[in-house]
């Protein structure tokens, strides 16, 4: 797989560099080459020139790294003992994060604990850790930048305990159906409640409101990922292999999912069809909202989402007025009174550009309307 712009050429696979070399390719500049074994490339390599050409995680044959770093190439070497592909080229899906029964067991279950502070199986974390979450997450920002291309995209922030068979879990559904049958790609912090029900509402918005209907009653049986997160996750799996399988009506809608290993113990929610998961949750919260261009709906929430309302406010009121996006907060009385954060966002926004981008609504077809008239 790769991606092209201008002289920039990703390689990703041992075949995709064996059929470019086999087509006369001998300049390497521009071209980066990720976690593919050259231990058998020595001499195809020899024969080309590889200043500016970068070569991330790739096994070489004893002395050819050396070699290629003499030659002009950057060569980043692979990191021991790391769960992930740090130089990893797309965003991650469910079934990749999920690849065990236990999750403890998973991808991301083994990433969690990896990264946590302290100790990792009795040792002490070695000062190639926060090296190798860092190439990670730039990864993801390289892969999230090509994922979203020609993409509008509006987020939808609201909290993490709404259960699944609640009414705002159901509204989060609505609200996500109803952006992605408009066009919108839906964006969340990725995790469970609010955010679990938003994607799955946005990867069904090709299918009808029965199906939707039928997802929902489906996973009411599991409220929520206490006491167990493999019930959780294999109720939505069960869900999905239901009701969504692959090709029907067009296959899901694209909808994506930016959740954090910070807050390893909320699993992902799986119903998002790209996943761009982070270790740094300071690069995760501002990314999440930058990528959403199109607006945010602010659902119900607590500590969480009221930061998002005012790391998003932040921009807004040093923004000039063609890049204020809507602000959405849905809840009167929620945002009134139980956490006021409305009347100190109506205090900020006053006499800003942002000012007739703020609103304050009660219901989800409310926040629809003002997202989608203000396209």
Known sequence: MRHTRGRTVDITTLDELDHRLRAGARTLSGWRVRSVD???????????????????GCRFAEGDAERAEAAGAVVLPRIPDVPVDVYRHELYDARELFDALRWSDSLDGRAY?????????GAEVSAEVPLARTLHDHAIDLALDRWRQDRRVVGVMGGHAA???????ADAAALGHRLGSAGLTVATGGGPGAMEAANLGARLSSRDDAVLAEA????????????????WVLSAFDALAALDPSG???????????????????????FATAIAKYFRN????AILLEVCDAGIVFLPGAGGTVQEIFQDACENYYADESSVAPMVLVGREHWSVELPAWPLLQALAAGRAMEPHVHLVDTVEEALEVVTTSR
């Open 248 to 270: 029907a009506d067009g296959g899901p809608v694209a909808n994506l999912g930016i959740p954090t290993w910070h807050y390893g113990h909320e699993p992902p929610n799986i």
């Open 216 to 231: 929902l009653r489906m996973l009411a049986a599991v409220p929520s990922y206490r006491p167990s997160v493999d019930a």
């Open 282 to 285: 300071a690069t995760r919260e």
């Open 163 to 169: 259960s699944r068979g609640t009414p705002l879990f």
């Open 113 to 121: 604990a990896w990264s946590k502070p302290g100790a990792i199986d």
């Open 38 to 56: 050259l231990s058998e490339r020595g001499a195809e390599l020899g024969r080309c020139r590889l200043a500016g050409a970068t070569f991330l």
